[in-house]
């Protein structure tokens, strides 16, 4: 999914106690018998998404990236994984509201740090490079902080980067390239990155997006 598909200053989402109650009460008909196998909670959560996305936009997809390996090594905390969080019909859809909700805060509190991170337009390619570093060194510290560093929480992070970027007005795929060239698989699942690892990041995805290194002492 872009940025231009999740950035919420570009889709407006309207919640209040009567869209709570028609779409919990849709989500509620939905879930499955109680003896349900696995397809069928996974259909399931399918059914949710689509729902959800014909109704709000496309940024709600993310409302089950949850944190760890049941939810893909998310951010979400109202949700696990089918098995576990598809129960009885009235908890489930709670379940299924809160966690939408808690995606939507996520991607308003991005936009924001994007802002305030983002360099300046009038930039030079040094003082570009220095807040590129800075900017990717807070986004990963966010990232390892919101998800523990739990199973595939790399994922999210070369996501939340690539959102940056393109946030910044870079096309999605030379975004995507340059947080893959500056990560190269060295953060790892079930492991918190040592800082002077987050910094080389940060530091790499800098040179290599301007030519120039970042001056720390700014």
């Known amino acids: 999914m872009p940025w231009s598909a999740a950035d919420p200053d570009r889709v407006p989402f309207v919640w209040d106690e009567e869209e709570a109650s028609r779409t919990t009460a849709e989500i509620t008909s939905m879930v499955p018998v109680a003896d349900a196998g696995w397809q069928e909670k996974h259909r399931f959560i399918h059914e949710v998404t689509v729902l959800l996305a014909a109704r709000y936009g496309r940024w709600t997809c993310g ?4 944190v760890g390996e049941g939810g893909g090594g998310g951010v979400v905390g109202s949700w696990c994984c089918a098995s576990h969080s598809v129960r009885e019909p009235a908890a489930t859809a709670a379940g299924v509201v809160a966690s939408l909700l808690e995606w939507r805060d996520w991607l308003e ?13 009038e930039a030079d390619a040094e003082l570009r490079s220095w807040h590129l570093e800075r900017a990717a060194t807070r986004l990963v510290t966010v990232v390892v902080d919101r998800t523990g560093a739990e199973c595939g929480w790399y994922g999210l992070c070369h996501t939340v980067l690539t959102w940056f970027l393109s946030s910044t007005g870079m096309g999605p795929e030379d ?7 500056a990560i190269g698989g060295r953060f790892e699942s079930w492991t918190t990155p040592p800082r002077p690892l987050v910094d080389t990041v940060g530091e790499d995805l800098a040179v290599g997006l301007t030519g ?4 720390r002492e700014r």
């Open 109 to 121: 509190e991005l936009a924001e740090r994007f802002q305030q991170l983002a360099p300046p337009a």
């Open 63 to 66: 409302w089950h990236w949850a």
């Open 175 to 181: 975004a995507r390239a340059a947080v893959e060239a």
């Open 212 to 215: 120039e290194r970042p001056y």
